[in-house]
Structures are given as C-alpha cells and as structure tokens.
C-alpha cells in the first residue's frame, strides 16, 4: 500500500513492502537482519556490456572520462541516463555509481557513469560544465549509441544530485556550459533523478556551514569563497534559481534518515510551473543509501518507473534476475510472477509448491497456456505463499511455469518504503 501524503507535512507516512536482491534474504528469522546495510558491488552480466575510459571532454591536455554501459539488445531509439557520483563536490569517482548504472543499463537505459573535475582541481563552475558536455557528448553521438538524442536523463546522489538538478534546471544559461566539446549540441535533459541533494545553497544547511564552518565547509572550498563574500555564485549554482516551466520531470529520493525534508520549496516551486515532482523517501536508509543493500533494488525500481514514464521508454517485461527456488525459478515481471518449474515436490496432501509472500494484490493463479485460466489454489502464510496444483500433475521433473497475475509490478516484503510527495493524501 503506497500513501501519498502532503510534502510540506512531517512525513507522516505509510509503509509499502518491497523486494529485494535475493530468495536468501526472505528466510531470515529477525525482520531487521534485511536492513543491515551491505554494500552493492558490480558483478558481470551477459545482458550489459561495459566501455571504460571512454573521453567525453577535453580542457587543453585534460581528458574527461566517463564509462559506458550498453544494453544487448538491438534497438533503436534507446533513452540513455548520465550517472553523477557525490561526495561532497570534492572527492569520489565514478566507479562508486557502477553498480548503478549497470543495473539501469539491464533495464535498457544507455547509461553513461561519469567522473567530473573536483574542487581539488577545479573550483565551480568545472563540474557543471563537464556534466553538460557529458549530455552533449551523448547527443553527438546518439546514432552511434542507438540513442534518441531526445530522451536523456540524468541520475546523481548527494553532490551528484546537486549537479543533476543544476544540469535540468539550467541548461540555458550559457556560464554553466563551458567548451569542452561538442558545444553545437544542447545539453538539455528530459529527465532527472536527485537523490539526496540540496537545491537551495543561499539557505539551509550548506549556506549555515559556509558561515559557520570557515575551510571544513565543502562548500566554500568548492567556491573558493564564503557565501557572504559571493552570494552571488552560491545563487548561480542554486538549482533552485533557474527552476522554470522548461525544467523537466524531477524526481527527489532520499533514506527515511537523510533528511527527505529537503528542497520542499524547490518541489513546490515545480509544482508552481506545472512540472512533474514527487519525493520517495526509503525506510530505515541513510545517506548513501542508494549504494547499498536492501534500498539498492528498491531504488532503481523506482527510478526506472520515473525515468521510464519521463523518457517515453517502454518498461522490459522482465527486466531483474530470477529468484532460484527449489523447484525451480521465479520470474518478478511488470505485472505477475512467472513460477518457472524444474521439479516438482510432493506432500503430504498432494503437489504443491511455496512461494515467497509478496505484498501484492493477488489475481487469477493458473499453468501459463490453459486458456480457460482454472484457477489453482493459493493457501497464504506469514512468510509464504503455498500454490496447490491439480491432482493430475505428477511430482517429478517438470516443464511447467505458473502465472501469478499481480496488481502492479510484484514487491517482496522485505523492506518498508516510505513514500510521500505533494498531492493531496491518497490512498493507491
């Protein structure tokens, strides 16, 4: 169950079960073992192919890199997503958002991972400047990628976020474009995924730290200056500033502890321009959150869903890995479970088999290809689900798949979600 409740309200919330990565986790006795952070890492897939040390931006005998991930797949017309990795606009690289962007990547996007100058070497405005000839970059070269030069978002967490958001808000404003390469394409996005960073630097946290906080504050280490001493660049660099009828799409993502209160009055600025806005916030989570597991998978379910609506991209039908079962495997797809069987076991009472409980409506439960769809009984448990099949099947090896017909694309309940976002409270 999913609530939207009123953003400028305390986050009073209601909590949806979601899936995570693995059938493991779902045996576990103590419900708080699934949300011990684990951090995500990058294992190889079939399904992605990866391009490293690809140069998107030159600066005189600087080169800036970014690394490719690229769907198997033949289409055409495919959207593509540019990853911004935080860290405080001082440290970090881009390998810290692999994980992330291969795993977009599986869902069909084009992603792009980037790394950009940091404050060590380049004060403001550096970094803009380099993510936006990372978009342009895309564009020059869309029909290599079998990319559509219209349908490019961006994803970037914490300081990331902040430059996602700029990159979206101010794509005309011509001192935060820069020269490094391919400046006759435009560096427009239809799309942007904040997770976790501030819009607003003229107030708020990052403008009390650059007050109070002298050479620990990232900020005036960033600028180079104090926000006093140059109001006028932290309001350049305010994401909020440039937020018009042109901005596209935003989606805000934060952990339930990182603070998902932040950019209300930049969400209700979009709002005031008609664009498209919600905040999701992820039980339990903290910064970084993002990168870790039980929210990773949460995470990009959601932003795949946004950036897929946003860029006008078909969802795959089945776009995560099975789950491994004893008796075969579970296939999570947009709107159902496909059970498909190896081997059927027997009990007591007949053929059965069990599921994990997913916190789903359930519809008609039925062997894919009868057409009369004869509906196999469901008898559910705390932890799972067990399916009874017809007298007639035979335990033994098996060739069978059950369809489990869901409302909305199947959660595991392993993880409280905590949603909220603008609209008035209602209940979906």
């Known amino acids: 169950m999913r609530l939207r409740a009123t953003d400028g309200l305390c986050l009073a919330l209601a909590m949806l079960w979601l899936g995570v990565h693995s059938a493991s986790s779902l045996a576990q006795s103590d419900p708080n073992d699934s949300l011990k952070p684990r951090r995500v890492s990058l294992e190889p897939r079939d399904d992605v192919e990866q391009q490293t040390d690809v140069v998107y931006a030159a600066y005189g005998e600087r080169q800036v890199k970014l690394d490719l991930f690229l769907p198997r797949n033949e289409e055409t017309g495919r959207s593509a997503v540019v990853v911004v990795h935080g860290g405080g606009w001082l440290q970090g690289d881009r390998t ?18 980037i790394e950009y100058r940091l404050g060590g070497e380049a004060r403001f405005p550096a970094a803009i400047h380099d993510c936006n000839a990372a978009v342009r970059w895309l564009r020059a070269n869309a029909e290599r990628l079998r990319v559509d030069p219209q349908k490019i978002g961006a994803v970037g967490g914490s300081a990331g976020g902040h430059l996602v958001a700029l990159m979206a808000a101010a794509p005309q404003v011509a001192s935060l474009q820069g020269d490094g390469g391919n400046v006759d394409q435009s560096s427009a996005l239809q799309a942007a995924v904040v ?3 501030p819009l607003e630097l003229t107030t ?47 989606l805000f993502m934060a952990g339930e502890f990182d603070q998902p209160q932040r950019n209300v009055a930049s969400r209700d600025r979009l709002r005031s321009f008609k664009v498209k806005t919600d905040v999701f916030a ?9 990168n ?13 869903a946004f950036l897929s609506e946003a860029l006008k991209k078909s969802p795959r039908a089945d776009d995560t890995r099975p789950l491994a079962m004893p008796w075969g495997e579970l296939h999570r797809l947009a709107d159902r479970l ?22 789903n409506p359930v519809g008609p439960i039925f062997i894919k290809g009868d057409e009369s769809k004869k509906p196999l009984t469901l008898k559910p448990g705390l ?12 335990a033994g090896e098996s060739d069978m798949t059950i369809v489990v017909e869901t409302v909305g694309r199947p959660y595991l309940p392993t993880l409280p979600r905590i949603v909220s976002s603008a609209a008035e409270a209602t209940l979906l």
């Open 96 to 113: 810290r958002f692999h994980a992330l962007a291969q795993a977009l990547a599986a869902r069909g996007f084009v992603t792009a991972a």
């Open 195 to 197: 997770m976790a960073g």
């Open 204 to 250: 708020g946290s990052v403008a009390e730290r650059s007050r109070t906080g002298g050479d620990s504050s990232n900020a005036n280490r960033w600028f180079g200056k104090t926000i006093d001493e140059a109001p006028e660049l932290y309001e350049l660099a305010s994401p909020y500033t440039h937020l018009s009828e042109r901005t596209p799409p935003m």
């Open 282 to 290: 992820y039980a339990d989570g903290k910064h970084g959150c993002w």
């Open 292 to 304: 870790q597991h039980p929210w990773f998978e949460p995470m990009v379910d959601d932003m795949d």
């Open 338 to 359: 496909e059970l498909r069987l190896a081997s059927l076991p027997e009990s007591a009472s007949g053929v059965s088999i069990n599921v994990p409980r997913f916190n």
């Open 383 to 394: 932890t799972d689900w067990t399916i009874e099949l017809p007298k007639s099947v035979a």
